[in-house]
T-cell receptor
Framework: EPEVTQTPSHQVTQMGQEVILRCVPI?????FYWYRQILGQKVEFLVS????????KSEIFDDQFSVERPDGSNFTLKIRSTKLEDSAMYFC?????????????FGEGSRLTVL | GESVGLHLPTLSVQEGDNSIINCAYS??????FIWYKQESGKGPQFIID?????DKRQGQRVTVLLNKTVKHLSLQIAATQPGDSAVYFC???????????FGQGTELSVKP
């Protein structure tokens, strides 16, 4: 069964450092997303991406965040200068169609710990 | 503003019993409602969805009910098993975009 894969599974970084989280979406999917989940809280939307540009972003997704699809397979989330409050689980997701409720597949997440 | 929330943070049931997990939403413009299951250390996993023009949908051992009058969504799990133990999130998609808005989550514990 096709799946979304994410690396690293866990990253520990110092405050102020840059972090890149990587995702390989399902190959025939066209829409890509990043969500995050602070420990014990609900999953929050960060950004959606289609046709090599951001479709929508939340208030959380400020200038410190960026996304990129550098080579047609990977989908990356970069945090330029991490803050303590960026510590969370970051989930990548992909879908074949826009707003595809049932077809939104999530990866297993990358846990980011900022010290 | 729009919000999706859950009534109870935890639910404990006996193996074999039926479980009912509830969710309240406030955005009447939402087109889709979805239930996700999240096991410890894993990403959300799709369980079942329902369109806003339906009031009931059944899957394998699961049923989702949508009451638009009171903006209430519920997930019923029949014959709950230990493998059903997880956090369950409701989520909605509004008509303007593809982003999911998640509720707070209910942790389901199944006692053997």
């Amino acid at each position: 069964e096709p799946e979304v894969t994410q690396t690293p599974s866990h990253q520990v970084t110092q405050m102020g450092q840059e972090v890149i989280l990587r995702c390989v979406p399902i190959s025939n999917h066209l829409y890509f997303y990043w969500y995050r989940q602070i420990l014990g809280q609900k999953v929050e939307f960060l950004v959606s991406f289609y046709n090599n540009e951001i479709s929508e972003k939340s208030e959380i997704f400020d200038d410190q965040f960026s996304v990129e699809r550098p080579d047609g397979s990977n989908f990356t989330l970069k945090i330029r200068s991490t803050k303590l409050e960026d510590s969370a689980m970051y989930f990548c997701a992909s879908s074949e169609e826009f707003g595809g409720a049932g077809e939104l597949f999530f990866g297993e997440g990358s846990r980011l710990t900022v010290l | 503003g729009e919000s999706v929330g859950l009534h109870l943070p935890t639910l404990s049931v006996q193996e074999g019993d039926n479980s009912i997990i509830n969710c309240a939403y406030s955005n009447s413009a939402s087109d889709y409602f979805i239930w996700y299951k999240q096991e410890s250390g894993k990403g959300p996993q799709f369980i079942i969805d329902i369109r806003s023009n339906m009031d009931k949908r059944q899957g394998q051992r699961v049923t989702v009910l949508l009451n638009k009058t009171v903006k209430h969504l519920s997930l019923q799990i029949a014959a709950t098993q230990p493998g059903d133990s997880a956090v369950y999130f409701c989520a909605e998609i509004n008509n303007q975009g593809g982003k999911l808005i998640f509720g707070q989550g209910t942790e389901l514990s199944v006692k053997p």
